[in-house]
């Protein structure tokens, strides 16, 4: 079972930074690719980044030199650090989840982010 538990989510002006982190068990961080999706109401959920077991990283064009996904191997967690926040990056954001070896993707609960003056 692919437990992923979200935290950091919040209001924040334009402009302001936010830190999102992913717990997750060992098995599954030292194992799977991991990322973070978003939904924005009245949108599909979209991709933002990821990062593999052997440190690649991806990014979303959209958040592209704002957001940094890493991870710290000392406390299984991903984290997301955001800057530079737009009203546009307001959405669900999902930590995911996926083995290297298959194509299903595991979410958590998501947590909201809300970038608004």
């Known amino acids: 079972q692919v437990q992923l538990v979200e935290s950091g989510g919040g209001l924040v002006q334009p402009g302001g930074s936010l830190r999102l982190s992913c717990a997750a068990s060992?098995?599954?961080?030292?194992?799977?690719?991991l990322g973070w999706y978003r939904q924005a109401p009245g949108k599909q959920r979209e991709f933002v980044a990821i990062t593999t077991s052997g440190g690649i990283t991806d990014y979303a064009d959209s958040v592209q030199g704002r957001f940094t996904i890493s991870k710290d191997n000392t406390k299984n967690t991903v984290t997301l650090q955001m800057n530079s926040l737009k009203p546009e990056d307001t959405a669900i954001y999902y930590c995911?989840?996926?083995?290297?070896?298959?194509?299903?993707?595991?979410y958590g609960q998501g947590t909201q982010v809300t970038v608004s003056s």
């Open positions: 060992e098995s599954i961080f030292s194992r799977y690719v």
């Open positions: 995911s989840a996926r083995p290297p070896w298959a194509l299903n993707t595991y």
